[in-house]
């Protein structure tokens, strides 16, 4: 965050309006934060978790904890509005295990989404009411206000972009597809055999890969190994970059 404006509460939420130019990392890298990102100019295209995204303004993105973010491109004239949440602050809005804020759970398949003007009007309002509370720093309750209004805006941002109307328009080897790669996403540091994903699906890992295959154009065996893959490569590298900057290392 050297040189780049930015308002927090402590390292819980922080907000800024210039992305850093250091940000733009050329290999693969696991993020432990809630990024929400309401893009005004330009574009960014990159892939989450494999899955490619472009992302053109007017839009929203949303990049979530533990997805391994590759970036592609992104243009000179890219600039939006950035909220970092860290993962206790987003816990604290969701009250139990079951309560899961729904636009988290829609994001993984459509991280980027485009914007109307209406849209745009009250993505803006809500980043501004937002960073208006996080400069009160002698309100009593300034955390428990920022908490309130974010978890009004996911809600609100969850029936507008992410209707969940959606799931029944998909098909049934679409809907296979997401399941497979859940199940994937959360267990391939443990369990790199397609029989054991086949078995959580109730299918035989013939047909697992065959509808697989003729979906996504890849394998189930070849989805999992780019995972374990794309998980080495980013340790690697996070690894490599924390001990050559072990001496100038910053945190926001």
């Not at 890969?209 to 690697?236: H, P, R």
Request: proline share 4%; charged share 25%.
């Amino acid at each position: 965050m050297e040189n780049t404006a930015f308002d927090a509460i402590d390292n819980d939420i922080i907000l800024f309006e210039k992305m850093p130019r250091e940000s733009k990392i050329d290999y693969p890298f696991k993020i432990d934060v809630t990024t929400v990102i309401t893009c005004l100019d330009g574009k960014m295209e990159g892939a989450i978790n494999l899955k490619s995204y472009k992302a053109e303004a007017p839009c929203f993105i949303v990049i979530l904890p533990d997805q391994i973010l590759e970036h592609n491109y992104i243009s000179e004239d890219f600039s939006g509005l950035f909220i970092v949440m860290s993962k206790k602050f987003t816990g604290s809005l969701m009250s139990s295990a079951q309560d899961r804020l729904p636009l988290f759970l829609s994001v993984q398949d459509n991280p980027a989404v485009p914007l109307n003007e209406n849209e745009l009007k009250a993505m803006v309002a809500y980043f501004r009411m937002l960073k208006r509370i996080v400069k009160l720093q002698d309100h009593p309750y300034r955390m428990d206000v920022v908490r309130h209004l974010t978890m009004a805006f996911f809600y609100g941002a969850a029936f507008q972009f992410h209707p969940q109307s959606e799931d029944k328009k998909k098909s049934h080897q679409e809907i296979l597809v997401e399941k497979f790669l859940s199940l994937v996403k959360a267990d391939y540091k443990r369990q790199r055999g397609l029989e054991f994903y086949a078995g959580k699906l109730f299918l035989t890992p013939k047909h697992l890969s065959k509808v697989m295959k003729e979906t996504t154009g890849k394998s189930a065996n070849e989805w999992i190994d780019d995972y374990v893959t794309l998980e080495a490569k980013a340790l690697l590298k996070s690894t490599k970059t924390k001990n050559s900057r072990a001496r100038t290392f910053r945190i926001f």
